[in-house]
């Protein structure tokens, strides 16, 4: 079972567009939502979190937006940029502490 | 210096041989994990260790056994390598079991 639902697979945009790339989840008991980001040959990289007590956080280019009632989250990557091509995972960690990830999305943002 | 290293990089072996990769960090972690990414790039957790003690194991065969000398090695030892174990495999720590977790650059399998 899939606790975490990512769309879409993959996304092409232009340079200087706004990439949207959305998280559903099941479990409520989730507290802690991470974005990371993965390079080709990389490991992911934590890029931006946030915990459903706020409805919105922004770091730089980066926003997450977050609605506890509909159990969705989404990152938007503003002004988006040919060094942000990577692929994207959403992920959600429980009381538990296990970090369970999206199925991921490949961004591929054209010059 | 890097945070959270594995060897070797790629790993090529033949069916049924007994492989390891190894994973250390120097973060001051307490809690280490390996975790699987398919040819689909899903990610899927295997282990997690927290002060030598296995603390989460998912539906992973038994073949598959981590190896912990102290805290700051998770070592990933596979015996009886099938084709279907050609993955990435990542190792990842974390303080506390908390968030942030950092992960290494990744290890390579492939099975032939």
């Known amino acids: 079972q899939q606790q975490v639902k990512q769309s879409p697979q993959s996304l092409i945009v232009q340079k200087g567009g706004i990439s949207i790339i959305n998280c559903a989840y099941e479990n409520t008991a989730f507290d802690y939502f991470p974005w990371y980001q993965q390079f080709p040959g990389k490991g992911p990289a934590l890029l931006i979190a946030?915990?459903?007590?706020?409805s919105e956080k922004k770091e730089g280019r980066f926003t997450i937006s977050f609605n506890k009632s509909a159990k969705q989250f989404s990152l938007h990557i503003m002004d988006s940029q040919p060094g942000d091509s990577a692929t994207y995972f959403c992920a959600a960690m429980n009381a538990g502490n296990m970090l369970t990830f999206g199925g991921g999305t490949r961004l591929m943002v054209k010059p | 210096d890097t945070a959270v290293s594995q060897t070797p990089k790629y790993l090529v072996t033949q069916m049924g041989n007994d492989k390891s990769i190894k994973c250390e960090q120097n973060l001051g972690h307490d809690t280490m994990y390996w975790y699987k990414q398919d040819s689909k790039k899903f990610l899927k957790i295997m282990f997690s260790y927290n002060n030598k003690e296995l603390i989460i194991n998912e539906t992973v065969p038994n073949r598959f056994s981590p190896k912990s000398p102290d805290k700051a090695h998770l070592n990933l030892h596979i015996n009886s390598l099938e084709l279907g174990d050609s993955a990435v495999y990542f190792c990842a720590s974390s303080l506390e079991g908390r968030e942030g977790y950092t992960f290494g650059s990744g290890t390579r399998l492939t099975v032939v």
């Open positions: 946030i915990r459903p007590d706020v």
